[in-house]
């Protein structure tokens, strides 16, 4: 499989957040902007939790999500922490997304089984300037299936 696929929809379903307009303009792969409203989805690495006798594979996709935010005053620091929250917990309902992998020239199908975000916490702050904007991470973890 290759992580591009993972990478994708793990991106298109954060994309979905009801609330990702009042927070970011996109998700850059591997980076975040410094300006203010920026997120970077970065890939940590894929493993496999279990494979059946058939082949079938439960996998599990590690991310980083770095944000940035205007956090000038205690107000937008507690917004900043808050959206988090709230994107940690919308991601946890989100299961049964299906995900499609090409393996040795063949579409294979599969379903998210579950996704876990936690620490979502400030990172980062750039050259000490809190005015730039403040960087924040949240640990991602995707579970999910591929069928062969």
């Known amino acids: 499989m290759t ?15 009801p609330k990702i307009n009042d927070v970011c303009n996109e998700i850059n792969v591997d980076f975040a ?13 894929d493993s496999l939790i279990k494979e059946n006798i058939l082949g079938n594979q439960t ?7 770095y944000s940035t935010f205007s956090g000038i005053n205690d107000f937008e620091r507690m917004s900043n922490s808050t959206v988090l929250t709230e ?6 309902k989100r299961t049964g997304d299906e995900i499609t992998a090409l393996i040795d020239d063949e579409v294979r199908s599969g379903e998210i089984l579950k996704i876990t975000a936690v620490n ?7 050259n000490g300037n809190i005015i730039v904007g403040l960087r924040y991470q949240l640990q991602i973890e995707v579970e999910y299936t591929i069928e062969f």
């Open 3 to 17: 992580a591009i696929d993972i990478i994708e929809k793990t991106r298109e379903i954060l994309m979905q957040f």
């Open 33 to 45: 902007d410094k300006e203010p409203t920026s997120y970077g989805l970065t890939s940590i690495g």
């Open 59 to 65: 996998r599990q996709h590690s991310f980083m999500l």
């Open 87 to 92: 994107l940690s917990q919308w991601l946890s």
């Open 120 to 126: 979502g916490k400030l990172y980062e702050v750039p």
